[in-house]
């Protein structure tokens, strides 16, 4: 018998220190999903990469295990510049303030990975 | 044009609430329909159509309940809308009933999650953010950061929602968690789970059923009205959002429930909510405007929200005590609520309540604002003495 195929990884594709997304030619709204239209306006997109830099929306240290992530973690939603808003593992055990500037470094096992920004 | 119809809850019954790996989904709706069709005063035979709330019940799992309950034959519809399955059933029940679909309309939740899960609901791995691992004590942990930060707040405000909950909770014959309420004390040093969320501040994993019966007005000293209900799914939850995630989709659901019932919040005087965590309290009694927005973190700690307070909040004891089986959790809200309106809630009767508010909040999804929201208001018996319930205190269902 047959196994059933392993689905396609959902998450959004980092290329060094940038994700690839798409942006609206209508509207501008940047997203990670990459559809074949917009969202919000249904107009057509382009593709489009984004990153480094970006904003912590917030963020909180996570105490359990979850899949192959052993606690503490923390996770943060940063809005990445003119950019979209992206969940994140922080580098680091501790959550972050709003507002905390932040890198996009990477990638953790297919996790994007934020640090807090030098000059912060 | 269809002229919409009066639409009534004419009865309503739980099973009780915990972790029963050995009773299957339709042995558990069995206890919540029959005493609903009891309740009711009808039977099986009188039932048109059949709406069945259930989030990880296996598939068919609706149709065997309805066969197993003595409805098979009935139109039956299986309804997923994450935690919020039950409730959208109990709305989808009352539309039918509002538009002259059916006349007389079964709407079931069921969950059994201790055969499915050993912690923590696992996170979807086909969702962008389930597979990055964003588990839903992260995403309510996440709201909570954003809000304490935005209204400048301790984390520790929140763990009042846990002992007013717990405290109720222990007054419910029929709550998963219905022992010693803990301390303040007690909730802020149990185990971290997520940001200011501690164990105590998350909902218990649950196993249960509810049901209800809805008709047009039948019996005025036992129906209760559905003066109102809206049905929402999220907009785009994104960069440009600033309200914490799912607060705009509670509260475009409530504004809609209250036009149509013609009624403010002020009107209302008692309310189960969505309280899977403590943070999902505070944000929806801002979103449907019982609190002032920046206000609903003190709302607890005040006592306003506990039994004997303004405006006593999920006197059941809420998901955080009475338990969370998804699909089930809204009838279970449901059915506290019907109780209390007819004066039937023994130790956890708010006294006088005419008016309820209804509300229950499913998400998981990401990149929107909320999976479903569902916000309903009820009107108690036209006959209902507020003062003199039918049960003596302690006699609650």
């Given at each position: 018998m047959s196994k059933p195929l392993v689905p396609a990884d959902p998450r959004p594709t980092v290329d060094g220190q940038h994700i690839s997304g798409v942006q609206c030619e209508e509207c501008g709204r940047a997203s990670a999903f990459v559809d074949a239209r917009c969202r919000r306006c249904q107009g057509a997109v382009r593709a489009a990469q984004f990153g480094p830099g970006g904003t912590v929306w917030a963020s909180t240290t996570v105490h359990l295990t979850v899949d192959h992530r052993e606690p503490p973690f923390t996770v943060a939603y940063v809005d990445l510049d003119n950019g979209p808003r992206v969940l994140a593992l922080v580098n680091g055990e501790q959550s972050v303030p709003p507002q905390t500037r932040v890198n996009l470094v990477g990638e953790v096992q297919g996790d994007l990975l934020v640090e807090v920004a030098a000059d912060d | 044009m269809i002229e919409p119809r009066p639409v009534v809850v004419a009865g309503v019954g739980t099973s009780g609430f915990g972790r029963w790996p050995q009773r299957h989904a339709p042995e558990l709706s069995n206890e919540a329909i029959h005493e609903a069709l009891a309740d009711a005063d009808t039977t099986a035979a009188d039932i048109d159509a059949v709406y069945v709330g259930s989030v990880f019940g296996a598939p068919g799992v609706a149709s065997r309940v309805v066969a197993a309950a003595g409805l098979a034959g009935a139109p039956t519809y299986r309804i997923e809308a994450a935690c919020a399955s039950g409730t959208v059933a109990f709305h989808e029940a009352y539309q039918a009933i509002r538009l002259g679909r059916h006349e007389r309309v079964l709407a079931v939740g069921v969950e059994q999650l201790s055969t499915i899960f050993g912690g923590a609901i696992v996170p979807e791995p086909t969702d962008p953010e389930g597979r990055a691992g964003l588990a839903l004590p992260a995403l309510y942990a996440l709201q909570a950061d954003r809000y304490l930060h935005q209204w400048d707040q301790p984390g520790s405000l929140l763990a009042h929602v846990a002992v007013k909950n717990k405290a109720h909770g222990a007054l419910n014959p029929r709550a998963h968690l219905r022992g010693e309420p803990p301390s303040l004390e007690q909730v802020l040093q149990s185990r971290p789970i997520a940001g200011a969320l501690t164990l105590l501040q998350c909902c218990p994993m649950s196993d249960g059923a509810g049901a209800a019966v809805l008709s047009t007005p039948q019996r005025p000293d036992r129906d209760v009205t559905v003066l109102g209900s809206s049905f929402r799914s999220g907009n785009l939850w994104d960069q440009d959002s600033d309200a914490p995630w799912g607060f705009e989709c509670v509260a475009s659901a409530a504004a809609e429930a209250f036009e149509d019932a013609g009624l403010t919040a002020d009107d209302v005087d008692v309310a189960e909510v969505h309280d899977a965590f403590t943070i999902g309290e505070v944000l929806t009694l801002e979103a449907v405007g019982i609190c002032e927005p920046g206000s609903g973190i003190g709302a607890a700690a005040s006592g306003e929200t506990a039994l004997g307070g303004r405006l006593p909040v999920n006197p059941s004891g809420g998901l955080l005590s009475r338990g969370h089986p998804l699909g089930a959790t809204g009838l279970a809200q449901l059915a506290e609520l019907v109780w209390q309106l007819r004066g039937?809630?023994?130790?956890?009767q708010v006294p006088g309540a005419r008016t309820a508010l209804l509300e229950t909040m499913g998400g998981g999804a990401a990149g929107v604002d909320g999976n479903a929201c569902v916000v309903a208001l009820l009107g108690g018996p036209r006959s209902h003495d507020p003062d003199v319930g039918p049960n003596q205190p302690g006699e609650s269902p």
């Open positions: - | 039937d809630a023994g130790q956890r």
